[in-house]
C-alpha cells in the first residue's frame, strides 16, 4: 500500500539556518498523527515542504505516491491546507471566500454547501462580509476552506489557536470524522492536552531534528516514566503485604497511600492492591501525559531562542 505520506531524510536550510535536519516518516491512510515542537523547531517548514510550498535542501518528499503538490493538480485536489494564520480578503464574504478557493481547487461548490454547518458557521454569517468575523469565525472558514473536496489528506498547522473550548470539541469531532473514512491528518499544535485523547500517534520536533515518533504508549514506555497510582485502603487492608519490589508508599494526611510506579512493575503492583477489592475505598490511576513526555524528551536538549 502507497502511504499518503512519506519523507525521507528531508532538510531544509534556509540562508544559513537550518528549519529542518534529515526528518524521515511515513503517514498512511486515516492516521492521525500530532507534530509537535516549541515555537521555531520546524513544523511549519515541515509541512510547508510537504505542501511542496518550499522546496527542501535535501532529501526526498512523496505525497499520495508522486513527489510534487503544488505542480500535480491530481494531488493537490486531495490535499486540504489549514495555515497557521489564516487570513482572507476582508471584503468578501465567507461563501464568496469558500466559492473562490472551490474554483481553485475545482471541486464543485454547490456538494460542499454543508461545510458551513459542519464547521458551525450559520448561513446568515456565510453571507457576511469576512472582516465582521471574529477569529474564531475566520478560524472555521479556514477549515471548511481545508475540508473542500473531501481531501485524502489533511494539514493543520496550529488548527484550534483562537478557538474556544466548545468550539475545538467539535473541531475535533468533525476531523475525527474525516479520519474514519480515511483521511490522514497531520496536524501541527502546542495544544498538548487537547490531542492526547485524540492523536494516535505523535511526532516530536526539537531544532529542525525529529526526537521521537510513536503512539502515547510508546513514547511512554521508551521514556520510562512512572505511574502514579493513588489510593485509600480500607480499616481491614493488609497494606504492609502491598509493598512489592521497590515501591515506597508515602502516607498522605487524607490517608491516602500513593506512589510512582515504574511502568513494569505497574501490573504486578495493581494486581496486588486490587486482589481483595474490600481492602480498598478509592483508587486512581494517573499515566504520565503528554505533558510529561514531551518535557522528558526535551530534557537537556535546549531549544532555538
Ligand atoms: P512556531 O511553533 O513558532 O510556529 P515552527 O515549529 O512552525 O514554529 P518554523 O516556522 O518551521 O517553526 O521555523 C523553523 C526555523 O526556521 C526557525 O528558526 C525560523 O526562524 C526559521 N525560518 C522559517 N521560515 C524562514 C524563512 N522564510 N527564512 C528564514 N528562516 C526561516
Known amino acids: 500500500m502507497t502511504s499518503t505520506i512519506s519523507l525521507a531524510n528531508v532538510s531544509k536550510v534556509y540562508s544559513d539556518v537550518p528549519a529542518i535536519e534529515d526528518i524521515s516518516f511515513t503517514l498512511d491512510e486515516g492516521e492521525l498523527v500530532a507534530l509537535v515542537g516549541h515555537n521555531g523547531a ?19 518528499v512523496r505525497v499520495l505516491g508522486e513527489d510534487s503538490v503544488s505542480g500535480n493538480l491530481g494531488v493537490r485536489k486531495e490535499v486540504g491546507y489549514l495555515p497557521e494564520s489564516v487570513s482572507f ?4 464574504t465567507g461563501r464568496e471566500v469558500l466559492s473562490f478557493y472551490a474554483r481553485l481547487k475545482r471541486v464543485p461548490l454547490d456538494r460542499w454547501q454543508n461545510l458551513f454547518d459542519q464547521v458551525g458557521l450559520s448561513q446568515s454569517a456565510a453571507d457576511r ?24 489528506l489533511l494539514l493543520l498547522d496550529e488548527p484550534t489557536s483562537g478557538l474556544d473550548p466548545a468550539l475545538r470539541r467539535s473541531f475535533y469531532d ?47 514506555r521508551v521514556a520510562c516514566l512512572p505511574t502514579h497510582i493513588r489510593f485509600k485502603p480500607s480499616a481491614s487492608a493488609a497494606v504492609d503485604t502491598w509493598s512489592n519490589g521497590s ?49 522528558h524528551f526535551l530534557q537537556g536538549q535546549g531549544t532555538r531562542p
Do not use: C
Not at 480578503?89 to 468578501?92: F, T
Not at 490531542?195 to 526539537?206: D, P, S
Not at 483508587?283 to 503528554?290: A, C, G, K, R
Open 174 to 220: 468533525l476531523i475525527l470524522e474525516f479520519k474514519r473514512e480515511g483521511t490522514t491528518v497531520l496536524l501541527s499544535s502546542h495544544a498538548l492536552s487537547e490531542l492526547e485523547e485524540r492523536a494516535e500517534r505523535v511526532v516530536i520536533v526539537n531544532q529542525g531534528r525529529k526526537i521521537a515518533d510513536g503512539t502515547l504508549d510508546e513514547l511512554r
Open 129 to 152: 462580509p469576512v472582516r465582521t468575523y471574529s477569529k474564531g469565525m475566520r478560524q472555521r472558514l479556514g477549515l471548511a476552506q481545508a475540508l473542500l473536496g473531501k481531501p485524502r
Open 42 to 60: 520546524g513544523k511549519t517548514t515541515l509541512i510547508k515542504a510537504i505542501l511542496g510550498l518550499i522546496r527542501p535542501t535535501a532529501g526526498t
Open 89 to 92: 480578503h476582508l471584503a468578501l
Open 247 to 295: 515501591v515506597k508508599w508515602l502516607e498522605r494526611k487524607d490517608q491516602f497511600l500513593e506512589a510512582d510506579v515504574d511502568h513494569k512493575e505497574k501490573i504486578a503492583v495493581l494486581s496486588a492492591v486490587t486482589s481483595d477489592p474490600a481492602a480498598l475505598t478509592s483508587m486512581t490511576i494517573i499515566e504520565p501525559t503528554l505533558d510529561d513526555v514531551y518535557a
